[in-house]
């Protein structure tokens, strides 16, 4: 099971930015957070992920509670194009495998 | 470079036969993985292969196969179709770090979506 809860939907305004959030009450010391999307009928595309320290790239920034129990993906200036489904990941780094256990994730709609 | 290669892209079959899939992952990549997806359950991992041995399998019936080549390119089959097999069918590809660490960022595919009558 998913060790994540997501909102089922959030709206956004065209250029405002669109703050998605992730509880991760369960989260061990060593698991980091990914973010995943979903454009309609595409395949999921990796975003972000962090551990404890707020990370940012070209694409969004995630922070990251200091008690690790939640976080919050940041897309700061959303388009049309940002409308997807985002998934919230929980999951060691390293190991054996690349498995990634999908929740339900937050479909965002950017309105124009 | 070239993203992940998935094909065929739409494949309509009907009950109680068999279906191949295939992949051809990023240039470099050895680590593939397959996932079902269905408006009911979601994406669900399937199966992932790194240097051709299985290192991981979901919890899906035997009909559920795969494999992997030596030049990383791998397929998926599902044999003895049912209707709920009818689904979005994505494979992902991943590096791993200098050290033999699996990241978690993986590349995926557009999908191959499978209807079956």
Redesign the interface.
């Given at each position: 099971d998913a060790k994540t809860t997501q909102p089922p939907s959030m709206d956004c305004a065209e250029g405002r930015a669109a703050n998605l959030p992730c509880n991760h009450s369960t989260i061990s010391g060593n698991e980091y957070v990914y973010w995943y999307r979903q454009i309609h009928s595409q395949g999921p595309q990796y975003i972000i992920h962090g551990l404890k320290n707020n990370e940012t790239n070209e694409m969004a920034s995630l922070i990251i509670t200091e008690d690790r129990k939640s976080s919050t993906l940041i897309l700061p200036h959303a388009t049309l194009r940002d409308t997807a489904v985002y998934y919230c990941i929980v999951r060691g780094y390293g190991g054996a495998t690349n498995k990634l256990i999908f929740g339900t994730g937050t479909l965002l709609a950017v309105q124009p | 470079k070239a993203g992940?290669t998935q094909t065929p892209r739409y494949l309509i079959k009907t009950r109680g036969q068999q279906v191949t899939l295939s992949c051809s992952p990023i240039s470099g990549h050895r680590?593939v993985?397959w996932?079902q997806q269905t408006p009911g359950q979601?994406?669900?991992?399937l199966f992932?292969y790194f240097s051709e041995t299985q290192?991981?399998k979901?919890n899906f019936p035997g009909r559920f196969s795969g494999r992997q080549f030596s030049n990383s390119r791998s397929e998926m089959n599902v044999s003895t179709l049912e209707l709920g097999d009818s689904a979005l069918y994505?494979c992902?590809s991943?590096s791993r770090?200098s050290g033999g660490?699996?990241?978690?960022?993986?590349?995926?595919?557009?999908?191959s979506r499978l209807t079956v009558l």
């Open positions: - | 992940v680590s993985s996932y979601g994406l669900q991992f992932e290192r991981n979901g994505l992902a991943s770090t660490q699996n990241t978690g960022e993986l590349f995926f595919g557009e999908g």
